[in-house]
């Protein structure tokens, strides 16, 4: 069977718990790009999703013809903000943000290299897609199901409610993991997996 990250780390993919919970989460490596602006209207991140997914199934591609197959993850994004205030009130204009895809540990800065000849030969596009590891351990994580616009008083939560109650306090990015495809899915049943480092 090819490789799944949504099934190997089903905590991480496949919550089922809507408010927030704590786990743990171990180091991966993604494929990453990075921008800034409204992932509803800014060109560059509608250009930069197309990178990442343009490199993930040519990274496939290879894998698959040299026996390692896997299935390409579902898209994430680590996004902030010079004032938290503008994920709550949905500012997105001032939103920073790194897009990435989970990729298998065997998957190296040569598999990255390779796809970025190809991408540039086959598709005529230059992107500055890199291979991160990422390590966030701890972390209060909750399932939203919904319209993106409508996470606010789930983070309000978080910040103003449960990061206190159980003595913690933000030490990293606001993740995501978006779970369904807004163009073939209607908002109010998208599901997406918010997560926060804390200590």
Not at 18 to 24: K, P, S, Y
Request: glycine content about 8%.
């Amino acid at each position: 069977m090819p490789y799944d990250v949504k099934k190997d780390l089903k905590q991480l993919y496949a919550p089922k718990n809507t408010d927030w919970a704590l786990v743990d989460v171990p180091e991966q490596r993604f494929l990453a790009i990075d921008g800034r602006g409204n992932p509803n209207t800014a060109e560059s991140y509608r250009k930069a999703v197309e990178a990442l997914y343009g490199f993930a199934y040519t990274i496939k591609m290879v894998a698959k013809q040299r026996g390692e197959d896997f299935v390409v993850g579902p898209l994430e994004g680590l996004w902030w903000a010079e004032d938290y205030a503008a994920f709550t009130v949905r500012a997105k204009d001032s939103w920073q943000w790194t897009m990435l895809i989970a990729q298998p540990e065997w998957i190296g800065e040569d598999a990255v290299e390779e796809a970025r000849e190809t991408v540039r030969r086959k598709k005529k596009l230059e992107a500055p897609v890199r291979l991160e590891k990422l390590h966030e351990g701890r972390c209060a994580q909750a399932l939203h199901i919904g319209s993106y616009d409508d996470e606010g008083p789930l983070l309000a939560r978080l910040h103003d409610e449960y990061l206190a109650a159980q003595g913690l306090k933000p030490t990293g990015l606001h993740h995501e993991v978006y779970l369904g495809d807004p163009r073939r899915v209607e908002p109010a049943k998208l599901r997406t997996v918010l997560r926060q480092p804390v200590g």
